[in-house]
C-alpha cells in the first residue's frame, strides 16, 4: 500500500518532520550520557521463535528448517454483483490442506469486510459509510451444517446439557475474525472441505479515509477487495493469527489457488487476480483480435476504447456475462469493475522468462492519470525482476478506482502515481508472504528502499543511499516512536513512519558497512529461497547474517527492537610528528563501525597508505575500524592514523552519512577551526 505519502524520495523529510526535535534537545541528548555503554550483540528470541526452532521448522541459517510447513487453502468461488444494490452475493468452497504435524480443532476465518459495520474495532481508518459487514448465511464442514447462532449450553432432551465446544458451531461471524469450532478436528496431514455462503455491500461515499475504505464510486465503477471469507493464516509460530482487522495494517494469508466465478451485467468489464479462462464468451472479436497483438512489442494498444460502452461493444452480447479466472499459488484475489471502462494493455518482458502482459482499466475522464502507467510499470517489472528474481505471474492489471494505490497479487489498484510502489509489492508480500499485519516493515519498508533504487535506475543514475541512515537521528529517542518489532496492527498513529520510512534509514546504513550491493545480493537469495513461504523477520536477520558473512546481531538489535542512535563526534584531534590520533565520541546507545575520511593538503611529501584505508584520490583516503572497538562498552575510541608526513587538512567522521546522528555539525574537524 502507499500511503499519500511517503513516494520514496520525499520518505525522509517526512519523516524528519513528523517528530521534530528542538535544537535545546540536540543539547541535552548529546550531553547527558550513562558514561558507559553495555553493546547487546545478539537478537532476542521471543517465545514464538524458539517454539519454531525447537520444532525443526526454523532455525539460524535463517533457512526453511527441514520440517518446515505451511497449510494450502484452495479456493471455488461464485460471487454475483447487483449494481442497484451495490452488493455482492457469493457461494464458495475452501480445501483446506492441514500441513501440520498437529490435528485442528478449530478454524479462523478472516471477515474483514466486518470492518464496515459499526460495531467492531478499528483503528485509523474511516469507512466510507457503514453497512451490515459479511452477512454470513450457510458453513457446512465436510459436509455438517455448522451451527451459525449457537447458545453456549444447549439443553438436551432428559434435562442434560452440551457445551458449544462439542458441537460444529460458528462464533464472531459479525467481527473481522470468526471462528468454526469443530466437532470432529482436522487431523495432521489431512484436509477439510468448507463451504460458505455469504453477501456484502461495498461501500461508497465521500467520507472514506484509508485504503480499502471505500470501494465503489456510486452505481458505476466496482473495486472490491477482501470480500470473500478467508482462512486466517496458520503457522508454526503462532497457530491461528487472531489479531483483528482494524484498518491500515494489512495482510497474512495462506498461499493456494482460486478459481473464481464474476457474474456482472453484460456491458461490464472485468479484470482480476488470474489468468481469464473464456476471453471468447466476454469479449468482443474485436477485442480478442487486438488483445493477441499485445506481445508483439511495447507499444500500448486500446483493447476497448471510450466510445466502444455496453453490450456488444464493450463486451459479448446478452443480459449477463460470467468472468472466470484461475490464479495459483497466491495468497488473495481483488477484482474491479465498471460499466464503461477503457481497455488499454501493454508489456513487459522478464528476464529469463519472455514478455507478459500489463493491462491497465481505467475511467474515459480519468485518462491522465494513466498516460505513463504502462511504462512506469513496465521498468518496474523488468527492474525488480533483476534485482530481487523473476516476476512470478503471468500478468498484472492496474485498476482504476477509489483506491489509488493498494496491492493485491497480479493486481494494483492503482495509477502511475503509484504504479512502480505497488508493482513493487508483488515480490513482498505476494511472492515472499510476509506477516505485514505484524511486521510490516518486511513489506512496506522493504518497498521504499527497492523504490529509491528503481527510480534513479529510471533516470540513468546510481542509487544514492547517502544521508539517509544519519537522518534518523533526528528522530531516535521520541517516546511516539514504536519499535520495529512492535506490533504493526497496534502502532496507531505512528504507523506510517515504523512500517514505510525506517526501514530505508536501517538499509542505508547497512549498506554503509558492508555495501549496497552486498546488501541487494543477500536480499535477492533471501527472496529466492523464501519464495512462496512465510519467513519471520528472525528468518530474515539469521539469514543475512550468513549471506553477508557477518554477525550482526547488535545492528537488529538497536534497529529492530529498540529506538536508539549512533550520535557520533569527533572529540579532538591532537598530532604528534607523523601520528595523528582522533577521538571519536559516541552519546548514542546503538555502535557503529569507526569510518574517517581523511583529506590532505595537496602538495608535500607521499601518502602512506594504511591497511585499513582504502584512496579515495590522490589527497584523500577513507580509513575504517569495525564495530567490535566499541564491545567492551568505551564511547570515546582513539583513531590512530599514520599516512606519513603529509598534513591534514580535514576530518570526518561517517563521511557518507549512514549512521544515525542528531546533531552531524561535530562530525567535521579542521585545524584551527570548530568541530
Not at 477485442?287 to 483493447?303: F, H
Not at 477503457?342 to 529469463?352: E, L, M
Not at 530481487?388 to 495509477?415: C, H, K, R
Amino acid at each position: 500500500m502507499l500511503r499519500r505519502l511517503i513516494l520514496v524520495l520525499i520518505v525522509i523529510p517526512l519523516c524528519l518532520t513528523a517528530v521534530p526535535l528542538a535544537p535545546a534537545q540536540d543539547t541535552v541528548r548529546n550531553s547527558i550520557e550513562y558514561p558507559t555503554r553495555s553493546i547487546r550483540r545478539d537478537v532476542p528470541l521471543t517465545d514464538s521463535i524458539r517454539r519454531a526452532m525447537a520444532a525443526g521448522t526454523r532455525g539460524f541459517t535463517g533457512k526453511p528448517g527441514a520440517n518446515y510447513w505451511q497449510l494450502k487453502t484452495d479456493y471455488t468461488i461464485e460471487v454475483r454483483l447487483l449494481p442497484e444494490t451495490q452488493t455482492l452475493h457469493g457461494k464458495e468452497t475452501i480445501v483446506l490442506q492441514n500441513n501440520s504435524p498437529g490435528e485442528l480443532k478449530e478454524i479462523v476465518l478472516r471477515l474483514d469486510h466486518n470492518i464496515f459495520r459499526g460495531l467492531v474495532p478499528r483503528g485509523y481508518s474511516v469507512p466510507a459509510e457503514n453497512t451490515e459487514g459479511m452477512e454470513i448465511t450457510r458453513i457446512t464442514v465436510d459436509g455438517a451444517e455448522v451451527d451459525l447462532a449457537p447458545r453456549s449450553v444447549q439443553q438436551r432432551r432428559g434435562g442434560g446439557s452440551q457445551s458449544q465446544e462439542s458441537r460444529l458451531t460458528a462464533s464472531g461471524l459479525d467481527q473481522t475474525v470468526g471462528q468454526i469450532n469443530l466437532a470432529n478436528p482436522i487431523p495432521a496431514k489431512s484436509r477439510a472441505e468448507l463451504e460458505i455462503e455469504w453477501h456484502t455491500k461495498l461501500p461508497g461515499g465521500p467520507n472514506g479515509r484509508g485504503h480499502r475504505m471505500t470501494q465503489r464510486w456510486d452505481d458505476r465503477l466496482f473495486q472490491p477487495t477482501q470480500w470473500f471469507p478467508r482462512i486466517a493464516k496458520y503457522d508454526d509460530l503462532r497457530g491461528w493469527d487472531t489479531d483483528p482487522y482494524l484498518g491500515p495494517a494489512e495482510f497474512h494469508n495462506n498461499f493456494g489457488r482460486f478459481d473464481v466465478k464474476i457474474d456482472v451485467p453484460a456491458g461490464w468489464i472485468v479484470t482480476g487476480t488470474g489468468v481469464l479462462q473464456n476471453p471468447e464468451e466476454v469479449y468482443t472479436a474485436k477485442a480478442r483480435e487486438r488483445l493477441a497483438k499485445v506481445l508483439e512489442s511495447d507499444s500500448e494498444l486500446t483493447i476497448v476504447g471510450p466510445d466502444e460502452v455496453g453490450p456488444g461493444e464493450s463486451t459479448a452480447e446478452g443480459s449477463k456475462l460470467v468472468w472466470h479466472f484461475v490464479a495459483d499459488n497466491v495468497n488473495d484475489f481483488a477484482w474491479a469493475t465498471a460499466r464503461d471502462f477503457v481497455f488499454k494493455a501493454t508489456r513487459a518482458t522478464i528476464p529469463g522468462k519472455g514478455p507478459i502482459p500489463i493491462y491497465m482499466v481505467h475511467l474515459p475522464e480519468r485518462a491522465r492519470f494513466f498516460e505513463n502507467a504502462g511504462e512506469l510499470t513496465r521498468h518496474a517489472l523488468e527492474f525488480y525482476s533483476g534485482l530481487w528474481a523473476p516476476y512470478p505471474f503471468p500478468q498484472l492489471t492496474l485498476q482504476d478506482g477509489p483506491s489509488a494505490g493498494m496491492e493485491y497479487p497480479m493486481v494494483i489498484n492503482s495509477n502511475q502515481g503509484a504504479a512502480d510502489h505497488e508493482t513493487a509489492h508483488q515480490w513482498w508480500p505476494m511472492m515472499v508472504g510476509n506477516n505485514e499485519r505484524r511486521y510490516g516493515w518486511m513489506d512496506e519498508g522493504f518497498n521504499q528502499y527497492m523504490n529509491i533504487l528503481s527510480r534513479a535506475h529510471r533516470t540513468g543514475q546510481e542509487p544514492n543511499l547517502d544521508g539517509v541512515g544519519q537522518a534518523y537521528g533526528n528522530i531516535s529517542g521520541s517516546e511516539d516512536e514504536a519499535p520495529m518489532m512492535w506490533n504493526a496492527n497496534w502502532a496507531g498513529p505512528g504507523y506510517g513512519f515504523q512500517t514505510y520510512g525506517k526501514t530505508p534509514m536501517m538499509l542505508s546504513m547497512l549498506g554503509g558497512i558492508v555495501g549496497d550491493k552486498e546488501v541487494q545480493r543477500a536480499m535477492s537469495e533471501y527472496t529466492h529461497v523464501w519464495a512462496f513461504k512465510h519467513p519471520s523477520p528472525w528468518d530474515y536477520m539469521f539469514f543475512m547474517d550468513n549471506a553477508l558473512g557477518q554477525d550482526l546481531g547488535w545492528f537488529w538489535y538497536y534497529w529492530l527492537f529498540t529506538t536508539e542512535a549512533v550520535d557520533g563526534s569527533i572529540k579532538s584531534v591532537s598530532t604528534q610528528g607523523n601520528r595523528t590520533i582522533v577521538t571519536v565520541h559516541q552519546a548514542g546507545q546503538m555502535p557503529s563501525p569507526v569510518v574517517l575520511k581523511v583529506e590532505f593538503e595537496p602538495g608535500g611529501p607521499a601518502i602512506r597508505p594504511m591497511k585499513n584505508s582504502k584512496m579515495i584520490d590522490d589527497h584523500s583516503a577513507e580509513v575504517t575500524w569495525p564495530v567490535d572497538v566499541w564491545f567492551d562498552g568505551r564511547r570515546d575510541f582513539e583513531a590512530v592514523l599514520e599516512f606519513g608526513s603529509r598534513k591534514i587538512r580535514k576530518v570526518t567522521f561517517d563521511p557518507h552519512r549512514r549512521f544515525p546522528d542528531g546533531d552531524p555539525k561535530d562530525n567535521e574537524w579542521t585545524p584551527g577551526g570548530e568541530q
